[in-house]
């Protein structure tokens, strides 16, 4: 099952998680977010922006994050140069698209960027869920993207803490894996645990693990991960 941890934007707090056995971690580039990443030094920072610095891409010793984690960007309807810029900058691995962004954007962004950018990049679509027909969604993007994520739907874009009827997960009908994310909190492993939907990928963690916006309760962390590694 893959871990994702969202919401990401402390140094020490990336370090610290990097230490466990999680599979994603996620970056917002929404600046409405309060999980926002905003610019930190190269010295104090994990991920220092350096896309307003016009220099080469960041160095092997400057790429701190371990390589077994793959970097997600978050963004909400963000213009396509933007988004390859911060794929150049921050080396994602996986482009998750949280706005309404359409078909047509989305694979023209996979133009732009494979293969001469980031030839192994991933586009996960958010699709917010309140009801059955919500997945209809999907059909949309069948095709264009590698993963859904499917989150709540509420008047926030991610980290609202709330989480809806799981057991509509089994109106969802297409073939591209997919992560659950919504309201996960410490409580919640075994539950998650009874999920057989033949396309479940993995979860994402977020606001119910936080002391406070963008940063974890580490333990919280280990200890939930141990219950759905064990």
């Not at 213009?79 to 996986?94: A, F, G, K």
């Not at 950018?117 to 059955?132: C, F, N, R, Y």
């Not at 109106?171 to 309201?183: T, V």
Request: proline share 5%.
């Amino acid at each position: 099952m893959i871990v994702k941890v969202c919401g990401m934007r402390d140094p020490e707090n990336i370090r610290a998680l990097q230490q466990l056995d999680v599979d994603w971690m996620g970056f917002i580039f929404w600046p409405q977010s309060p999980r926002f990443v905003q610019m930190v030094s190269s010295r104090a920072g994990i991920i220092p922006d350096y896309s307003s610095l016009k220099e080469d891409r960041p160095t092997a010793k400057e790429q701190t994050i371990t390589s077994n984690i793959k970097r997600v960007g978050v963004f909400v309807d963000e213009m396509p140069q933007s988004i390859v810029t911060r794929v150049y900058n921050y080396h994602l691995d996986i482009v998750q698209l949280h706005g309404s962004e359409s078909r047509a954007m989305i694979e023209n962004l996979r133009r732009t960027l494979v293969p001469d950018i980031q030839p192994d990049i991933k586009i996960m679509k958010a699709i917010s869920i309140e009801t059955a027909d919500d997945f209809k969604k999907t059909a949309d993007y069948e095709g264009a993207v590698d993963y859904f994520l499917f989150d709540t739907k509420c008047q926030e874009v991610g980290g609202s803490g709330q989480r809806f009827n799981w057991a509509l997960l089994d109106e969802y009908k297409g073939d591209k894996p997919f992560i659950l994310s919504g309201g996960i909190a410490p409580d919640m492993a075994e539950e998650i645990m009874q999920i057989k939907h033949p396309q479940f990928l993995g979860i994402d963690l977020n606001s119910r693990f936080e002391t406070e916006p963008g940063v974890k309760d580490i333990e919280k962390i280990k200890s939930f991960v141990s219950l759905l590694r064990k």
